[in-house]
């Protein structure tokens, strides 16, 4: 197991000065990918917070080959960097063995990525997908995805007079990829920074596509103070909002059971973007979540260790 | 030695694509262009070519992983048409911006709606703001030659842009042509070997490609990238030299036919050249000429050569087989006229939108145009500045 005293030691190609938001948890996925890498990586990033903020010309933050073409391609993209790596290995013009990894956002991977991503995975390119889901379009000012949670008030999914926030269910991107019949699908959060770290790994080392969805809460989009990020990250797991899980080979595999599983207003009351539940009218959008909560939960536990794909 | 074939213009470039041997080919397939990736298919499956062939899920994909590709440092060819370039739109000019010199076979088709599959060239047109040089073929051979040669002033120094070249949907693609083919090894000494100046797979040297490029950088990149398209013009005509040099070929800006025996000239591109040189054929039999100059480059746009040539002239008619919906005119009148501009004496420029959808040019609508062009000579008849012809009304 990866210990803590050895991570500052690894090489971190993910530099200092770059202008993500004050307790942003995206450079802690990005540092951890670098500190659980052996390898050379190449990056490809959808449009988005990451990349917008580490790639501001004539500045970069990235010491290791970094691409950005558009928001919806960041899988289509890598999968070209891969193609050309594999076309020239195969003459013998590169002898390298280099790593490929893509970062997208929830907006640019489970929505208009999807399509993208879908067919980078289902040709096999050997790359690792890394979505940072912050549960709305933050970079353009905290839209709607669809991965925002049931009844998170967003930007287009106002708490409003009649209708309190988002009214529909997340997408279970995860499944989805796992649905590719691929070699390996995990839930990581940086608040097990070791099953994050194993995660990464695992999915660099294995050949072919592997996907990693990690949840990452949002200072301004959520409304919580700056030092609270893996503080809510950990509330998300601990009241199964994120269970934290992985599909092997078909397989699935809970991570993580919390002792006590807590309420999910355990992990809501501390956001803006569900303050309108505290509200007395809208306690039946608040039971809707926790019983969507739940019902998650309970599915998972009746696939835990069992080939589902 | 060369080899003569009996083949399609779709064959004949995907048999350009086999002597190219591109590292990766990223395609989708789409009607009328689909036998190119077709073919080029079987040249991968039975180990011809060294390509990693890239089978993607959309024309969107397709131009995205040939960007990620030619980024990561090697040659990288695709082909399309109509709705599958209109797709790959936004990627065209991504592709352009970051100065990758990847070259795409467009098989000219008419864009939805209604759904058509056959030749006009609103597709092309439609890119024609999209930082890429364009090529323009009437023939499978010219579509062969010009896939060659854009290999060469695509990755010059000088260039570095994306090349498109353009044939006719069907009337080309399809249709069986004399193609005569180049040795394979004459085409690979041509084209030499590819050096990427910054490929991403340099993990030594590690580079960022796709910055964000505010009001402080922005405007200099695209100042870079227009004086990138100026200079491709004498690159492409170098290029053509060569060309002409090693195998005899005659490639140029445009092509004149009966150009300079005349003071009417019509100007066209792809496959109806071919329909107006047999008519000024069947003209100068009778005693009479007309001209006809044939336009192989329209990005960029030779505005100097063309005002150069066509200044003498009396009647100019331009045919545009895309129309500009609102516009003055089809794009290539509204270009030609404005070039013409300037000038303190100038012949009087006029044109036609034909041929939609694969609509015929046929020997009646030449001749119409003849005749409006000999009229307004003989008799200062001035004919209306665009109009739509080959339709019924």
């Not at chain 1, 970079?139 to 709607?144: D, K, L, V």
């Not at chain 2, 002597?19 to 990223?26: E, M």
């Not at chain 2, 950088?217 to 002409?244: C, L, N, W």
């Not at chain 2, 034909?354 to 062009?373: A, F, K």
């Amino acid at each position: 197991m990866v210990r803590a005293k050895d991570l500052p030691n690894r090489n971190n190609l993910f530099t200092s000065g770059h202008r993500l938001c004050a307790g942003c948890p995206i450079p802690i996925i990005t540092k951890m990918l670098f500190m659980a890498s052996d390898w050379p990586l190449v990056i490809a990033n959808a449009t988005g917070c990451l990349e917008v903020a580490t790639t501001i010309y004539p500045y970069t933050s990235w010491n290791t080959p970094w691409i950005h073409s558009a928001f919806e391609n960041a899988a289509a993209t890598i999968s070209g960097v891969e193609a050309m790596y594999q076309s020239l290995k195969k003459q013998g013009k590169i002898n390298k063995d280099i790593k490929f990894v893509a970062f997208g956002g929830d907006g640019g991977s489970y929505d208009i990525g999807v399509q993208a991503l879908s067919g980078a995975i289902e040709r096999g390119h050997d790359f690792l997908y890394i979505c940072y889901d912050n549960g709305a379009y933050m970079n353009t000012g905290i839209q709607r995805s669809g991965a925002t949670p049931f009844g998170a008030a967003t930007t287009t999914s106002p708490a409003g007079k009649v209708i309190p926030g988002k009214s529909q269910k997340r997408k279970d991107l995860t499944f989805i990829v796992a649905g590719h019949h691929i070699e390996y699908a995990a839930q990581a959060t940086v608040a097990k920074w070791q099953d994050l770290h194993d995660k990464l790994r695992k999915g660099l080392e294995l050949k072919g596509p592997a996907f990693l969805n990690v949840l990452s809460p949002c200072v301004p989009g959520w409304g919580y103070p700056e030092d609270k990020s893996v503080e809510i990250s950990k509330l998300a797991v601990e009241t199964v909002m994120w269970p934290l899980y992985e599909i092997e080979k078909g397989v699935l595999k809970l991570n993580y059971r919390p002792k006590e599983i807590l309420p999910v207003t355990e992990f809501t009351k501390h956001q803006t973007r569900f303050r309108h539940l505290n509200k007395e009218s809208n306690k039946a959008v608040l039971e809707e979540l926790q019983k969507q909560v739940n019902d998650y939960w309970d599915f998972l536990n009746s696939v835990d260790g069992k080939r589902i794909v | 030695m060369t080899q003569i074939v009996a083949t399609t213009g779709n064959g004949a470039a995907a048999y350009a694509m086999k002597q190219i041997n591109p590292d990766v080919c990223a395609a989708y397939p789409i009607t009328p262009s689909t036998q190119v990736m077709e073919d080029f298919s079987e040249f991968v499956h039975d180990g011809i070519v060294n390509t990693n062939l890239v089978t993607v899920e959309s024309e969107h994909s397709a131009m995205s992983a040939c960007i990620g590709a030619s980024a990561a440092g090697g040659r990288v060819m695709n082909a399309t048409s109509a709705n599958g370039l209109a797709l790959m739109w936004e990627m065209l000019y991504i592709a352009s911006g970051m100065r990758l010199p990847i070259i795409l076979t467009v098989v000219n088709r008419a864009l939805s709606a209604p759904i058509n599959i056959h030749c006009d060239h609103s597709d092309a047109m439609g890119a024609r703001d999209s930082g890429w040089i364009q090529l323009y073929s009437e023939t499978a051979q010219e579509a062969y030659d010009n896939l060659i040669q854009a290999v060469r002033i695509a990755e010059h120094p000088d260039v570095l842009l994306p090349v498109m070249v353009n044939f006719d949907g069907f009337i080309t693609s399809h249709s069986i042509d004399r193609v005569d083919y180049l040795e394979d090894e004459d085409v690979r000494k041509f084209i030499g070997e590819y050096k990427p100046k910054l490929p991403l797979l340099d993990v030594d040297n590690p580079i960022s490609m796709g910055l964000l490029a505010l009001q402080d950088y922005y405007i200099e990149f695209k100042k870079q990238q227009q004086d990138a398209m100026a200079r491709a013009k004498e690159i492409i005509k170098q290029v053509a030299g060569d060309y002409k040099k090693q195998f005899n070929r005659d490639y140029s800006l445009y092509e004149k036919y009966n150009f300079d025996e005349s003071d009417m000239a019509i100007i066209a591109l792809n496959s109806s050249a071919g329909t107006i040189k047999y008519m000024i054929d069947s003209y100068k039999a009778k005693g009479i000429n007309l001209g006809l100059l044939k336009l192989r480059v329209f990005r960029p746009f030779p505005t100097e050569e063309l005002v150069e040539e066509l200044k003498s002239k009396k009647v100019i008619c331009v045919l545009d087989r895309s129309d500009s919906f609102g516009a003055q005119s089809g794009p290539l009148l509204a270009e030609i006229r404005s070039a013409m501009y300037n000038l303190d004496k100038r012949p009087f420029v006029y044109g036609k939108v034909y041929g939609l959808g694969g609509r015929d040019l046929e020997e009646n609508h030449i001749d119409s145009v003849y005749g409006e062009m000999d009229a307004y000579v003989k008799t200062g008849k001035v004919p209306p500045v665009c109009e739509y012809i080959t339709h019924r009304d």
